[in-house]
């Protein structure tokens, strides 16, 4: 090794001095000053610094490779997490929280399987509810508004054996039909008032089966009086709690109570008179 340390220095003062002379205007021709740079890289070459460049150069970039990667890992998560993050942008931003094994049994035992039942879960999640009703023989259906949550419904669906008894299909509830079910279940969540109150709405002013029941879970309606109420006493902390509801009875007592309005009957009594009136002046 230090043979050839030494060598080098001596090659490199050699070849400086050589360089210095041929700038100065020596009497080495150009042809001979390249001869002298190519033998200084051989010689460079024999003493290990052109290997050493060698092997850096042959190096993987592998730097490259990890960025590209943390980049598609990434994208992929915040691909897969939009369909939840967008549920904040909507009108009613209602999180998804998976029922317990709890809660579907207190919406089961209000389920009875008679022939043709069918049952509707508005806002199914992960469709665990759907296929625990598909399970006890009832037809059900599953609407949810998030892709990932519908395809991993199917597959459930499918794995627990009663793909053709319980569907799941990409919908909006507030778009949803709710004519042909017997059935239907809604969860709800805390300070969502406004969403109680629409849904209401939409139940009172769509065609429903007659003798449909409505099975809240969580939290009660606003206005809906329940016939059988099953409440976790730890109150707004437990939300293994459930309220049914006769839709028809329902239908007709809010009927009732629109009728028998104050305001309605003033406003009726109001019309009646300005058409006597109107009478009077004709005649």
């Known amino acids: 090794?230090?043979?050839?340390?030494?060598?080098?220095?001596?090659?490199?003062?050699?070849?400086?001095?050589?360089?210095?002379?041929?700038?100065?205007?020596?009497?080495?021709?150009?042809?001979?000053?390249?001869?002298?740079?190519?033998?200084?890289?051989?010689?460079?070459?024999?003493?290990?610094?052109?290997?050493?460049?060698?092997?850096?150069?042959?190096?993987?970039?592998?730097?490259?490779?990890?960025?590209?990667?943390?980049?598609?890992?990434?994208?992929?998560?915040?691909?897969?997490?939009?369909?939840?993050?967008?549920?904040?942008?909507?009108?009613?931003?209602?999180?998804y929280i998976p029922a317990t094994d709890k809660q579907i049994k207190m919406v089961l035992r209000h389920c009875q399987n008679r022939p043709g039942a069918r049952l509707v879960d508005l806002g199914s999640g992960d469709g665990r509810v759907a296929i625990a009703a598909a399970k006890k023989g009832i037809r059900s259906k599953g609407y949810e508004i998030n892709t990932w949550l519908v395809v991993y419904s199917i597959y459930s669906s499918f794995r627990s054996g009663v793909g053709s008894m319980a569907t799941f299909h990409r919908k909006n509830l507030w778009k949803a039909s709710l004519e042909e079910f017997d059935y239907l279940v809604l969860f709800g969540a805390k300070d969502a008032t406004s969403f109680m109150e629409d849904f209401e709405d939409k139940v009172l002013s769509e065609p429903t089966k007659e003798g449909a029941k409505l099975i809240a879970c969580r939290f009660p309606l606003t206005t809906f009086q329940a016939e059988f109420e099953e409440v976790d006493p730890m109150g707004d902390m437990g939300l293994e709690s459930v309220w049914v509801y006769d839709i028809d009875a329902e239908k007709k007592r809010i009927s009732c109570l629109d009728h028998d309005d104050p305001d309605t009957n003033d406003g009726a009594m109001h019309t009646n008179s300005n058409a006597t009136s109107a009478e009077a002046q004709s005649t």
């Open 1 to 95: 090794k230090s043979e050839r340390k030494m060598g080098a220095h001596a090659f490199r003062g050699l070849a400086s001095t050589h360089r210095a002379h041929a700038e100065s205007g020596g009497s080495r021709s150009p042809s001979r000053g390249g001869e002298s740079d190519d033998f200084s890289k051989v010689f460079a070459n024999a003493f290990g610094d052109g290997e050493q460049k060698q092997v850096t150069r042959s190096q993987p970039k592998w730097g490259k490779w990890v960025l590209g990667g943390c980049g598609l890992v990434v994208g992929g998560v915040m691909l897969g997490a939009l369909p939840f993050m967008t549920v904040a942008l909507r009108r009613h931003p209602l999180p």
